[in-house]
């Protein structure tokens, strides 16, 4: 097939009365090639006619393309089954040029923006290198449509307190807010609705009114809308993060405000400017700061625990013993942390990065319980009765405060049952013979104690199983307690003797 430009050549020479053979050989074609361009007689290429292969078959295709849910394979697939074979290839040019499961391209648009008309928000994912191993992050960033200029910061969670942190340190950075502030659908900044319908929270509209800019989103799908952001979080990732290692979070925004600087004063070649010398035409048309920038805070209302701490973000801050079981106020903000009693301020500490752990005690608080004098704790309530009524029962409380920890209240309190259950002589020698053999389990005392007691202290039930029809048996009389000691059966013959069956029979009963 003859270009254009050779067919326009072969007319012009044929014009000038040049000879098929001569054009032929200048043109380096054959003269019946020469021959039909002469015949006829036009530049423009013909068009090739060509029965497609599979044109009578293009309502099944549809009708495959449809059923086999897009998947062109499985449509040649049942083509061959119906007896229609044709390649993979041929069948894929079909489906484009007909436009089967194809949507045509349509054109891509540009924005553009005035200076000061808009900024552009979001935030990405990112697994910087800090303190020796991959961390994972959320990076932050804000640009400014017309000039480009770009400022970016990490932070170890993003919630609406560090995203309205990071939006007063971005303008204060920029001397200046645009207009609009564009950004996705984020429940972080917009309260509900989506696209043009999207409302802001109202603290987040407060603080778009404090620096005279108003939030709005994209709609839903159309990410190019904010591409002027989205771009710069892979030209982070590869150029920022690359070679480059940080000690802590804060080391990490040190670093990047420093390559915002630079990056902001590089020429670009699709701006044929530096976005800094772009910057200095939009600056003008920016909202001004206001008077006065409030600076973000969180308010926390926690209650000063025993040990004379507050927690807030799993970070733990002393407060004065004074304040010991009292309600307080914390407000937190980027770098501090103030703990107030009422409209009082009573100390100020250095925060902690949020979920840290960490636990920080002030100078003047390690000071205070230095010489505090140590508050004694009070003994269990059982624990003076158990060590007066036998020698047994007292070295049994004392091994029982060894082996617990704090002031075994639980195991006191299980003893001193004991000593209201069963009788003493009995109790005592069960607990002489385990502690010969350094048994401390009351569960096992209490074994021993009552296979000693067996037939004596409780009754023994000759009752069969209710429901056998042999069954034949009569009620035993109640059988108190006995004890050889008068004093002792005075002190448990008061109370009603324990009806427990001395068998399994009665008590699966």
């Known amino acids: 097939m003859l270009s254009y ?39 423009d290429v013909p068009t090739v006619a060509r029965t497609e292969q599979l044109s009578a078959e293009i309502d099944r295709i549809r009708e495959l ?11 040649r697939e049942e083509l061959q089954v119906s007896g229609i074979k044709v390649a993979y290839a041929t069948l894929t040019a079909f489906c484009r040029r007909h436009e089967i499961g194809a949507v045509p391209k349509q054109v891509v648009g540009t924005y553009e ?19 020796g191993s991959p961390r994972l992050v959320q990076c932050a960033s804000l640009v400014l449509c017309y000039s480009r200029m770009v400022f970016a910061q990490v932070y170890p969670k993003f919630n609406r307190f560090w995203c309205k942190v990071f939006l007063v340190e971005s303008i204060q950075y920029f001397e200046g807010a645009a207009q609009r502030c564009m950004l996705d659908n984020s429940s972080i900044i917009i309260a509900h609705g989506t696209g043009k319908s999207a409302v802001p929270a109202p603290e987040m509209a407060a603080l778009g009114l404090d620096f005279g800019f108003e939030f709005a989103a994209h709609e839903l799908g159309d990410a190019n809308r904010s591409a002027r952001v989205e771009r710069n979080f892979d030209f982070i990732e590869r150029n920022f993060y690359a ?44 909202r001004p700061l206001p008077l006065h920038i409030r600076e973000p805070n969180e308010v926390a209302h926690r209650t000063v625990d025993t040990l004379g701490f507050v927690t807030l973000h799993t970070n733990s801050y002393s407060a004065p013993l004074k304040l010991l ?92 049952q004991l000593y209201l259950d069963y009788p003493t002589d009995q109790l005592c020698a069960a607990i002489r013979r385990a502690l010969d053999h350094g048994l ?16 004596s202290f409780f009754r023994e039930s000759q009752d069969l199983w209710v429901d056998s029809p042999a069954s034949d048996s009569e009620d035993d009389p109640q059988i108190l307690p006995s004890s050889p000691n008068p004093s002792e059966q005075s002190d448990h013959v008061e109370q009603d003797a324990p009806q427990c069956p001395s068998n399994d029979t009665d008590k699966q009963r």
């Not at 326009?8 to 053979?21: D, Q």
């Not at 393309?65 to 499985?74: E, F, H, I, P």
């Not at 480059?244 to 070649?269: G, H, L, P």
């Open 5 to 43: 430009d050779t067919r326009v050549a072969i007319l012009t020479l044929h014009s000038k009365n040049a000879g098929i053979r001569a054009i032929a050989r200048v043109l380096k074609v054959s003269r019946a090639a020469v021959q039909r361009v002469i015949e006829q007689g036009t530049a």
């Open 65 to 75: 393309y449809a059923s086999c849910q897009g998947n062109l394979v499985r449509v």
């Open 113 to 131: 923006f005035v200076p000061g008309e808009e900024m552009q928000h979001d935030t990405s994912p990112h697994h910087p290198i800090i303190a």
């Open 243 to 286: 070679g480059r290692t940080f000690s802590d979070i804060a080391d990490c925004n040190r670093q990047m405000r420093r390559w915002c600087d630079k990056v902001n004063e590089t020429y670009k070649r699709s701006l044929r400017a530096a976005p800094r010398e772009l910057f200095a035409v939009e600056k003008p048309a920016l």
């Open 325 to 416: 079981d009292r309600p307080i106020d914390i407000i937190a903000t980027k770098d501090r942390v103030r703990l107030f009693d009422g409209h009082r301020l009573v100390c100020e500490h250095i925060r902690e990065e949020d979920g840290a752990g960490q636990r920080k005690t002030l100078p003047e608080h390690k000071e205070e319980r230095r010489h505090q004098r140590p508050l004694k704790s009070s003994p269990c309530p059982h624990e003076e009765e158990l060590i007066t009524v036998a020698p047994e029962l007292g070295e049994l409380t004392r091994h029982l405060k060894s082996r617990h920890p704090g002031r075994a209240v639980r195991a006191l309190r299980r003893l001193h």
């Open 440 to 455: 401390y389990d009351l569960g096992r005392i209490e074994s021993m104690v009552l296979s000693s007691l067996s037939g």
